[in-house]
């Protein structure tokens, strides 16, 4: 105990020099490396209670909303994130008088974020190009849905076909072209070379064809998924139906939106009067598919009745149309079937979460989504069944 108490003193009197003599000094290039230095630090997933410990402080949170205000139109792109990962924190874990600060500085903090710069460019230019990438690939996929397709086997009745392969490198190759400092991580690049990391760096995470089987048996839900994560956070969202031509986008702090116009999770409160979307996956060992149909046996019991739509990403878009009210899924192929539609649906008003009720972890392959008020019932029903 004596040597926790030590501890605390000892970070506890770091920040408190760190604040004084680097936050808050008059030498404004020393200020900018502060918090450079300050958002390597806390940013880093390996010290998340020490950044919780730090934002949760009333003066360190009022000395970054000081820095936030001067520096509002200059290129503070780290600050910014680290405010950005220190709001969203702060919503989920402060007491009430710390999240008091950021209600009564909403309307700044959502501008300042909306227009969230990096060197080249802005959230609105990135959704730009993402959906010009979308949009492109999806006229490759739209010829390819009524043509005759070569088809290969990356597991049992996991496909891949050239159409996949196609839109992979069209997108990456469009997003390259604009940011050639951003990272990329691809569902078919993923499978190919086997390794994936996410790291803080805007990334953009690529499902060029999520729904292949969908697209080999000509059923028309199919769809191009694209996410950017900045700071790991979901920041732009795009999914795109070539074949019903529908498209789905969101920015963090700006709403959802299909062609155009905005949409909404639905307002279902009972989940015996809801739809559950939901996916079987790809794996037919017995253990799995025993574990899979008995979840789905004890949930018909409490819902109005299910859909297999064959699309992780369109579920997710489903559930932000209200379309659809509920929707879980476990062992998917990974964070290209999630990035795009886990942002739309939070922006239409709804919630992500793991399936145990517990955070989403965009790199788990484990989700569930639905609206706010379905939320806690869901989150029981399926600890009884998963």
């Known amino acids: 105990m004596a040597t926790c108490r030590i501890e605390c003193w000892k970070k506890n009197h770091f920040f408190a020099e760190y604040n004084s003599k680097l936050l808050e000094s008059t030498n404004y290039i020393t200020r900018r490396q502060a918090v450079k230095l300050l958002g390597d630090i806390l940013l880093d997933r390996s010290n998340s209670v020490v950044m919780t410990r730090y934002v949760s402080s009333r ?13 509002s139109q200059a290129r503070v792109f780290r600050l910014k994130l680290f405010m950005f990962s220190s709001c969203l924190l702060l919503i989920k874990t402060s007491p009430r008088d710390i999240v008091s600060i950021l209600v009564a500085n909403k309307s700044k ?3 300042l974020f909306a227009d969230f710069k990096t060197e080249k460019g802005s959230l609105s230019q990135f959704l730009e190009t993402a959906v010009d990438a979308a949009k492109r690939a999806g006229e490759i996929i739209r010829r390819g849905f009524y043509q005759t397709k070569n088809v290969e086997h990356k597991g049992q009745v996991d496909l891949v076909t050239e159409t996949d392969k196609a839109c992979e490198d069209l997108i990456f190759n469009h997003l390259q072209q604009h940011y050639p400092e951003h990272k990329l991580i691809g569902e078919e690049t993923t499978a190919a070379c086997g390794t994936m990391e996410l790291t803080d760096s805007p990334t953009w995470i690529v499902d060029p064809l999520d729904g292949t089987t969908n697209f080999v048996h000509g059923f028309p839900f199919v769809c191009v998924s694209i996410g ?11 999914v795109y139906n070539p074949i019903l031509d529908e498209l789905f986008t969101a920015i963090r702090g700006k709403g959802a939106f299909l062609n155009g116009k905005p949409i909404k999770v639905s307002s279902q409160t009972e989940l015996v009067k809801s739809l559950l979307a939901t996916e079987v996956g790809t794996k037919r060992d017995k253990s799995t598919v025993d574990a899979t149909t008995n979840r789905i046996n004890g949930l018909l019991f409490e819902v109005r009745s299910l859909r297999m739509s064959g699309s992780c990403a369109l579920n997710l878009c489903g559930i932000a149309c209200g379309r659809l009210d509920l929707f879980y ?7 290209w079937d999630v990035a795009g539609g886990a942002l739309i649906v939070e922006e239409a008003g709804g919630l992500v979460y793991d399936p145990s009720g517990k955070d989403f972890d ?3 392959q484990r989700v569930a989504a639905s609206n706010p008020h379905l939320k806690d019932a869901f989150v029981k029903v399926l600890g009884q069944s998963v």
């Not at 899924?329 to 964070?335: A, K, N």
């Open 329 to 335: 899924e476990l062992g998917f192929g990974g964070p």
């Open 59 to 71: 003066d360190n949170l009022r000395i970054l909303m000081n820095l936030l205000r001067v520096w």
């Open 362 to 364: 965009i790199i788990s």
């Open 109 to 111: 903090l959502l501008r």
């Open 228 to 238: 950017l994560t900045i700071g790991k956070v979901p920041a732009v969202g795009v």
